[in-house]
């Protein structure tokens, strides 16, 4: 029997996703509930969940084992933020101003704003800056719960800028807890180089970039924005199914504006998700639903835009889908890095269930992003990412929007977050 080297004791109430792999169709809409439980650690590795009654003989502590008293908090699973664009430069707070004002996209983008705006400075940036301004971002997502986030590229669209992106994610490992996971997303615009040459950009990213991605092992997935004036679906499914057979897992940005068949691409070929699907039509449904590709579903897009409409949750869940959660920190259509907040607009506007939400932005969203067997449960086994919450019980979280409930996190075992501050152990 091994020693535990860390307890947390004095749980109110313990709150566990459905499942510790996912959480699909109706199985979403509960959640494993404990009162008066512990939870035991050695190493950053659960080795014990339950009564403190049951402790001595599961799992009992090693000498010099430290202790927290949770003091009758809620505890749940950390966050898992399934979708962000964390490595850019600059903020675009006075485009945001304008379009307050009704100015268009377009207009916009033709007096130098948009998406270039921010390939501009991203390629301008030097490295260690980039890899600041992405640890920054991290303590800010720490500070609302997300313990596990996964990142794109794609503000480069060229190799040398794609390539800084990504190394710096890889910089985070060793200078920050937040577990990131990397994607490679140069196919997120057309660059003004290859202007009007969609299958000739993507041929310099098979050729050129992805090589090199795979030879750093600086991404694990490969992203395409399948989407009306970006790339179409035979595009993206060429693009994708040489993606595939070099190495990588597959990711798609699918139906955000225009239904277009991406999610039904996505399902068939395998993908581990579709993200977005705010236009998705009811037969992408049924095929997405049919398969084990995950829906990463994005509210804060939907109101950041002020677009009117958000992705049909619902309608997936009765379908039997996965639903999962991810804020899509961007520069331009969600500056929104919390996902307690993406956690409300689930409840608000997607019209999640409380405990839909949650599956939503635990398990499943860690589903989503391959991390199912180490994290979004609190499992033996798994990765000790607890969140402990100063709030009566779960439902309150929901109930009471705007407040700062985090009282401690835990990364691996590690206090990272205390009293409502960054902490380092």
Same mark, same amino acid.
Request: with cysteine; charged share 25%; hydrophobic share 45%.
């Given at each position: 029997?091994?020693?535990?080297?860390?307890?947390?004791?004095?749980?109110?109430?313990?709150?566990?996703?459905?499942?510790?792999?996912? #959480?699909?169709? %109706?199985?979403?809409? !509960?959640?494993? @509930?404990? =009162?008066?439980?512990? *939870?035991? $650690?050695?190493?950053?590795?659960?080795?014990?969940?339950?009564?403190?009654?049951?402790?001595?003989?599961?799992?009992?502590?090693?000498?010099?084992?430290?202790?927290?008293?949770?003091?009758?908090?809620?505890?749940?699973?950390?966050?898992?933020?399934?979708?962000?664009?964390?490595?850019?430069?600059?903020?675009?707070?006075?485009?945001?101003?304008?379009?307050?004002?009704?100015?268009?996209?377009?207009?916009? #983008?033709?007096? %130098?704003?948009?998406? !270039?705006?921010? @390939?501009? =400075?991203?390629?301008? *940036?030097? $490295?260690?800056?980039?890899?600041?301004?992405?640890?920054?971002?991290?303590?800010?997502?720490?500070?609302?719960?997300?313990?596990?986030?996964?990142?794109?590229?794609?503000?480069?669209?060229?190799?040398?800028?794609?390539?800084?992106?990504?190394?710096?994610?890889?910089?985070?490992?060793?200078?920050?807890?937040?577990?990131?996971?990397?994607?490679?997303?140069?196919?997120?615009?057309?660059?003004?180089?290859?202007?009007?040459?969609?299958?000739?950009?993507?041929?310099?990213?098979? =050729?050129?970039?992805?090589?090199?991605?795979?030879?750093?092992?600086?991404?694990?997935?490969?992203?395409?924005?399948?989407?009306?004036?970006?790339?179409?679906?035979?595009?993206?499914?060429?693009?994708?199914?040489?993606?595939?057979?070099?190495?990588?897992?597959?990711?798609?940005?699918?139906?955000?504006?225009?239904?277009?068949?991406?999610?039904?691409?996505?399902?068939?070929?395998?993908?581990?998700?579709?993200?977005?699907?705010?236009?998705?039509?009811?037969?992408?449904?049924?095929?997405?639903?049919?398969?084990?590709?995950?829906?990463?579903?994005?509210?804060?897009?939907?109101?950041?835009?002020?677009?009117?409409?958000?992705?049909?949750?619902?309608?997936?869940?009765?379908?039997?889908?996965?639903?999962?959660?991810?804020?899509?920190?961007?520069?331009?259509?969600?500056?929104?890095?919390?996902?307690?907040?993406?956690?409300?607009?689930?409840?608000?506007?997607?019209?999640?269930?409380?405990?839909?939400?949650?599956?939503?932005?635990?398990?499943?969203?860690?589903?989503?992003?391959?991390?199912?067997?180490?994290?979004?449960?609190?499992?033996?086994?798994?990765?000790?990412?607890?969140?402990?919450?100063?709030?009566?019980?779960?439902?309150?979280?929901?109930?009471?929007?705007?407040?700062?409930?985090?009282?401690?996190?835990?990364?691996?075992?590690?206090?990272?977050?205390?009293?409502?501050?960054?902490?380092?152990?």
């Amino acid at each position: 029997m091994s020693g535990a080297d860390l307890i947390v004791s004095r749980i109110g109430q313990l709150v566990n996703p459905a499942s510790d792999r996912v #959480a699909r169709g %109706g199985e979403a809409g !509960r959640l494993r @509930v404990e =009162r008066d439980a512990c *939870i035991a $650690a050695r190493d950053g590795r659960i080795c014990y969940v339950g009564p403190e009654s049951g402790l001595g003989s599961a799992c009992r502590p090693a000498p010099g084992a430290r202790e927290i008293d949770a003091g009758g908090a809620v505890a749940l699973p950390g966050f898992v933020d399934a979708h962000t664009h964390l490595p850019f430069a600059g903020t675009r707070q006075d485009e945001f101003r304008l379009k307050l004002q009704g100015a268009s996209y377009q207009e916009i #983008a033709a007096a %130098g704003g948009g998406i !270039r705006s921010t @390939v501009r =400075r991203t390629r301008e *940036i030097g $490295a260690g800056e980039l890899l600041a301004a992405c640890r920054l971002r991290l303590d800010r997502m720490l500070l609302s719960g997300t313990t596990t986030a996964e990142a794109k590229s794609g503000y480069g669209l060229d190799a040398e800028t794609e390539l800084k992106q990504l190394r710096a994610l890889r910089g985070l490992a060793g200078s920050h807890p937040l577990e990131v996971v990397p994607t490679f997303m140069g196919a997120h615009e057309i660059p003004d180089e290859f202007r009007g040459r969609n299958r000739d950009y993507l041929e310099h990213l098979l =050729r050129e970039v992805l090589p090199q991605v795979r030879r750093e092992g600086l991404a694990e997935f490969v992203d395409i924005f399948c989407e009306d004036g970006y790339f179409s679906y035979a595009e993206a499914e060429a693009y994708l199914a040489a993606a595939a057979a070099m190495g990588f897992r597959l990711k798609v940005h699918a139906d955000e504006f225009t239904s277009n068949g991406a999610g039904e691409l996505a399902a068939r070929l395998g993908a581990l998700s579709a993200e977005h699907l705010i236009a998705v039509s009811d037969d992408e449904i049924a095929a997405l639903a049919a398969s084990d590709t995950a829906c990463v579903l994005l509210p804060g897009v939907s109101f950041f835009l002020r677009l009117g409409r958000y992705a049909p949750a619902r309608k997936i869940l009765d379908a039997g889908g996965i639903v999962a959660l991810g804020s899509d920190f961007n520069p331009g259509s969600s500056m929104i890095s919390s996902m307690l907040f993406v956690f409300h607009l689930a409840v608000f506007q997607l019209g999640l269930t409380i405990e839909q939400a949650l599956n939503a932005a635990t398990i499943n969203a860690a589903y989503a992003v391959g991390r199912q067997e180490r994290v979004g449960s609190l499992a033996v086994g798994k990765d000790l990412d607890l969140l402990l919450l100063d709030v009566p019980d779960y439902p309150y979280l929901a109930y009471h929007p705007g407040i700062d409930p985090l009282r401690l996190a835990l990364k691996s075992g590690r206090v990272v977050v205390r009293d409502r501050r960054r902490a380092e152990e």
